[in-house]
């Protein structure tokens, strides 16, 4: 169920044609350049930084550190930048100013440090005692129990029990982040690329102890941010924004590749102890998965790993646990499907195994243990398309006549297959939504598209419930300044801000109808309100041969425009519970000689509730299963361990998938009508990423008979005992 017009992407043609501007191209008149003096050493505290060293070479202007930070009101996302204890390589020390890029540069690598090092933990592997339970985003408990698993484990006909691992990624949005801010009396404006300017703004002004509405944030566009342009990124803004008022000049600080593999967020590394418990005819009677998983020593982030096993399948003995590690690397930050991506490798492959073992189809044995509520929470399902989705998927990958042990040349070819789950959030929105006397519409809401396509799907939701063309339609997002919206995250905005929208929409419907009706001079006058539709720039009767066209009514009774202010709010308890779901079939070619491992087919079916555009929901669901394929095949950060260091943090040696990698994407998005979500809506972002990275697992198996519990598997993993 689309809307009516899906048309392309609103502002396509100003990003094809290089004309939208990025917040790091804001001009400014005086700007300052910002770079960053960074940590050599993983551990250990910094005495002293001589700046007098650096005042005199050419273009120095100021430098802030964690001394001149003291001025900042204390917060956990500020730690860093107000303390002198080093927690990973590569922290920044310091924030140099300077008349030009180069020249903060040259000043940032020249200031002489002094540091007292201590001995790093450059490994999970070296602190496993001082595992704990995180908090999982406050979303999750870290633990959960129902039934006696262990008790069923070992009554099991079956047990398939593993352990998986994953490795970190990095998220490297196209766009670095970046920052170009200026201070005017005590206001100050924030141009930065984020995922969030509410937060932003709200941080900036508890930390420089002013009002928030002394703050503005804008992020009109930003090139990516994959769960990486949120909270992590905050405290290096945060010097740059000082620097800007101690200098009283407006100051750009933009981070080098380099510097995002260390300074924004990662995929945490998980090691993943499954066991599966089976009876004789393939019903799952227990589930036991214990998640450990790296963060740091200056924070508790951990992905909800192990939540998808307590839920996804119908099972009465389920047991789950998350434990984190400390160590002196990065801390880790959602990255897309957080927690689902991993979980699921795990959790899909020993399916895979089991249906092996168990001598049933991999479809056949998920069917027989589709969940029909959801056990975890005690609850029904919103909706839940799973069934509908394997079916789908299956028919036209032709998984029920698919070759046994096929060969092409050099390649063993395999199948396999995964489920996908991705959980539905939302967040409060508001919106407005304004016609003028030319029938035209302004959408505004603060909230900032990523470059998953918010302003058009914005634009379509509100020109479609009002019946007009999208060529009269303009979009307003990435501001402070315009009401509030989410978090770009979580697969939430779109389902968070359509029904607000609606409302919006709803109103002024409500008002241009009352107008309509209530005007002797309207073809309409002294119809019902509920008789009325609008479409094609007219309001017309839907019983009788009576319109008017929009641009007349306006002209007539509102040539002063007509503005509504729509809100979406959140429910206190929700007595369902809500995800989109997912199949994903894959074909690989292994070269058994060469260990390399090619997908040479993708098909997937979808069902996440109403799709707003379909071209663009098209399109993210492809961007996630190229990012599932990343992770499965090429992607991780690796630390060296005597010094704690990133090796290879750059794009050469950091692999990521590219077109010569892709596979034809055969994706199928199935009608789904959920009367229970505010406008049907589920959010699609996530769903993508997590499920393919088990269904390349279960293929390679299948094309050459060698289980790969690790990712990414790349060749030493084929090739290798
Ligand atoms: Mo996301 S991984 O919540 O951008």
Same mark, same amino acid.
């Given at each position: 169920?689309?809307v ?20 790091a ?18 551990r ?20 802030v ?18 303390e ?66 262990a ?24 766009e ?6 200026a ?74 590749r ?19 418990g ?20 200056h ?55 089991a249906a092996? =073992? ?6 056949? &044995? $998920?069917? +027989? ?6 056990? !975890? %929470?005690?609850? *029904? ?40 789950v ?77 029904? =607000? ?6 109103? &002024? $419907?409500? +008002? ?6 209530? !005007? %002797?001079?309207? *073809? ?65 070619g ?60 750059? &794009? ?27 406008s ?42």
């Open positions: 169920m689309t009516h017009q899906s048309p392309v992407r609103l502002e396509a043609a100003l990003k094809a044609t290089g004309r939208a501007v990025y917040e191209e804001t001009p400014m008149a005086g700007m300052l350049h910002a770079a960053l003096i960074q940590s050599p050493i993983a250990g505290r910094l005495l002293g930084l001589d700046v007098d060293r650096v005042r005199a070479m050419p273009g120095f202007v100021d430098l550190s964690h001394a001149e930070a003291q001025v900042l009101a204390p917060s956990p996302p500020l730690a860093l930048v107000r002198s204890v080093i927690h990973f390589a590569g922290q920044p020390l310091g924030l140099v100013v300077a008349e030009t890029m180069q020249e903060a540069e040259a000043c940032a690598r020249a200031v002489p440090l002094q540091l007292a090092p201590e001995p790093a933990v450059t490994a999970m592997s070296q602190a496993l005692d001082t595992a704990f339970a995180p908090d999982l985003a406050g979303r999750y408990p870290p633990s959960s129990q129902r039934g006696d698993a008790a069923a484990l070992a009554a099991a006909h079956l047990v398939v029990r593993h352990r998986y691992d994953t490795a970190v990624n990095n998220h490297h949005p196209m670095p982040h970046s920052v170009v801010c201070w005017e009396g005590d206001h100050v404006v924030v141009h930065n690329g984020t995922q969030a300017v509410f937060l932003t703004q709200r941080i900036v002004a508890h930390s420089f102890q002013i009002p928030v509405e002394q703050v503005r944030v804008v992020s009109r566009f930003v090139g990516g941010g994959f769960g990486c342009k949120g909270p992590l990124w905050l405290p290096w803004l945060m010097w740059t924004i000082l620097a800007s008022r101690r200098t009283g000049r407006p100051v750009r600080l933009e981070l080098t380099a510097q995002l593999f260390n300074l924004v967020g990662r995929r945490q590394e998980t090691v993943q102890d499954l066991a599966l089976f009876d004789a005819d393939g019903r799952l009677t227990a589930i036991d998965h214990q998640v450990l998983a790296q963060t740091a020593t924070g508790d982030y951990s992905d909800a790993t192990a939540t998808t096993s307590r839920s996804l399948y119908a099972c009465a003995n389920v047991t789950t646990g998350h434990r984190v590690v400390r160590t002196n690397e990065p801390l880790p930050a959602a990255m897309r499907a957080p927690g689902v991506a991993p979980g699921t490798f795990a959790l899909e492959s020993a399916m895979d195994e092996q =073992a168990l001598g049933i189809d991999p479809v056949a &044995l $998920r069917v +027989r243990n589709y969940a029909d509520r959801d056990l !975890d %929470a005690d609850k *029904p399902w919103s909706s839940n398309g799973l069934l509908d989705c394997y079916a789908a998927a299956a028919e036209r990958f032709g998984w029920a006549g698919r070759p046994a042990q096929a060969r092409d040349g050099r390649w063993r070819v395999g199948v396999g297959m995964a489920s996908s991705y959980p539905v959030h939302r967040q409060p929105c508001r919106v407005k939504v304004r016609i003028d006397v030319d029938a035209s519409l302004l959408v505004q809401c603060g909230t900032q598209d990523f470059g998953q396509g918010l302003y058009t799907a914005m634009g379509q939701l509100a020109a479609d419930g009002l019946g007009i063309d999208m060529g009269q339609v303009r979009v307003e997002l990435g501001d402070t300044d315009l009401p509030e919206g989410p978090f770009t995250g979580g697969s939430m905005v779109t389902a968070s801000f359509a029904p =607000a929208v609606d409302d919006a929409v709803a109103i &002024l $419907r409500a +008002r241009l109808a009352e107008l309509a009706l209530a !005007d %002797a001079g309207s *073809p309409l006058a002294g119809a019902e309100p509920s008789d009325l539709i609008f479409e094609g720039g007219l309001v017309r009767s839907g019983s009788r041969d009576a319109a008017e066209r929009l641009v007349d009514l306006m002209a007539r009774c509102a040539p002063e425009g007509l503005e509504a202010e729509g809100a979406a709010t959140l429910p206190e308890a929700q007595p369902f519970s809500a995800n989109g779901y997912g199949a994903v079939f894959v074909e690989v292994v070269d058994p000689d060469l260990g390399e491992v090619r997908v040479r087919r993708c098909v997937a079916a979808f069902a996440a509730g109403r799709i707003i555009n379909a071209q663009m929901a098209h399109s993210q669901y492809v961007g996630g299963l190229i990012g599932g394929i990343g992770m499965a095949l090429h992607e991780q950060v690796d630390t060296d361990k005597a010094t704690g260091r990133i090796v290879g943090d750059n &794009l050469a040696d950091y692999l990521i998938p590219t077109h010569a990698d892709m596979p034809e994407f055969d994706v199928t998005m199935l009608d789904e009508d959920d009367p229970l979500l505010p049907g809506i589920k959010g699609i972002g996530m769903l993508g990423s997590a499920g393919i990275q088990a269904a390349i697992a279960n293929a390679v198996h299948d094309a050459v008979g060698k289980r790969v519990r690790r990712l990414p598997i790349r060749i030493e993993e084929i090739l290798g005992q």
